[in-house]
């Protein structure tokens, strides 16, 4: 049986496989997953794990809660991650790490690093890592919010060479397959545009996790401009998985980009939130192309928010129009004190000095963030 030559995949599975009937964790599901990922080790394939299902495992220890209470969903996520790793660990005979991941972990460069070493370090000792959302810390501000979303950046993160979402249908379909008898199964999507999330429709009603198929869309985005080639398959079937171990394609394959973005442009783009605005007028504009033009302290009429150095921000002109994502390398304080330089001379002669206010600044797709 031939297999496909990936050095690294990230597989995730969601909720609805983990607890179907939210009664705990049932291995139903879990086995033929498991099996495909022994089998992706034996051929050589490094395997990452993200499991959602914490809440879902744990809704049944908290019979009267009542659904809209957040400080009980996090008590559900943190009693049903330790039986949902408990659940996972024991279909394996070698060890596996849990990792749990929030956004503001993973827009911090540093910690962002640090996360891809902790996962290159569980992967040379062959320890699987399972990765979730750490639920019970998070606040709106520093939720992913979605496993398909957590998925695609942990995908960037550990330099994988394929992305497989499982779903509950078998891929991503022209409408709706469960409203319309002659909805058409997509076996390709070349470029995600507008019509592909089109397709996709809205978030996923009912379900037993948060993801519908529009954030695995924004996962597969994520995933190929970062060079990942990236599935939506049907994670409820076993024929799924033996058609990826011999190299065929079970339900929709996104193809990676063929100039994947460098991993630093990648991860301003898809990963990190921009933690203060510059407004400019001037002629800084978004015809600047890979830091071909570079902004001057003259041009700053104000500085939002607190940022230090190295964090993202967010430049804008003044009627709100989005210029540019970068990293700046001042303070918001220290751009705040050269903006309102009386006399220019003296703020570029510190620029001069000091170097460029940003870097790595990415100008493409602003508007839909
Ligand atoms: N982190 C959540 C959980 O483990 C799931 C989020 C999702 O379903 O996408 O229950």
């Not at 058409?184 to 470029?191: P, Y």
Request: overall charge negative; some cysteine; glycine content about 6%.
């Amino acid at each position: 049986m031939s297999h496909p030559n990936w050095k690294r995949v990230v597989i995730k599975v969601g909720s609805a496989l983990i607890s179907p009937n939210k009664q705990g964790c049932s291995s139903h599901y879990l086995l033929s997953i498991a099996q495909f990922i022994v089998r992706c080790r034996a051929n050589g394939t490094q395997v990452v794990l993200v499991s959602s299902g914490s809440v879902a495992a744990g809704a049944h220890l908290f019979p009267d809660h009542e659904k809209s209470n957040i400080a009980v969903k996090k008590a559900m996520a943190a009693a049903g991650q330790t039986e949902m790793i408990a659940t996972w660990d024991r279909l394996f005979d070698f060890p596996s790490a849990q990792m749990l991941l929030t956004h503001a972990d993973l827009r911090d460069r540093e910690r962002y690093v640090s996360i891809r070493e902790t996962i290159f370090s569980l992967l040379e000792h062959n320890v699987l890592p399972i990765v979730n959302e750490n639920d019970t810390v998070t606040t709106d501000k520093l939720k992913v919010g979605d496993n398909d979303n957590l998925s695609a950046m942990v995908a960037a993160a550990a330099d994988a060479d394929a992305l497989i979402i499982c779903s509950d249908i078998d891929g991503l379909y022209n409408k709706n397959p469960h409203d319309h008898d002659d909805a058409e199964l997509l076996k390709k999507v070349d470029t995600i545009d507008a019509s592909i999330y089109a397709m996709a429709g809205g978030a996923a009603e009912g379900g037993v996790g948060t993801g519908g198929m529009r954030t695995k869309i924004e996962a597969a985005e994520k995933a190929v401009s970062h060079g990942i080639d990236t599935y939506i398959i049907n994670g409820f079937t076993e024929l799924s998985f033996n058609m990826l171990l011999a190299g065929k394609n079970p339900g929709t394959h996104f193809s990676p980009y063929d100039k994947p973005m460098l991993e630093n442009v990648h991860w301003m783009r898809h990963t990190s939130n921009a933690q203060g605005e510059v407004i400019v007028e001037g002629d800084f504009d978004s015809s600047l192309e890979n830091d071909s033009e570079q902004l001057t302290s003259s041009e700053i009429v104000d500085v939002k928010g607190e940022f230090s150095v190295g964090d993202t921000i967010l430049v804008r002109k003044a009627d709100g129009t989005k210029l540019v994502k970068a990293k700046s390398n001042y303070s918001s304080c220290l751009l705040n004190f050269i903006a309102n330089q009386e006399n220019d001379d003296f703020a570029s002669e510190f620029e001069d000095k000091t170097g460029p206010i940003i870097s790595d600044q990415h100008v493409a797709n602003l508007e839909k963030e």
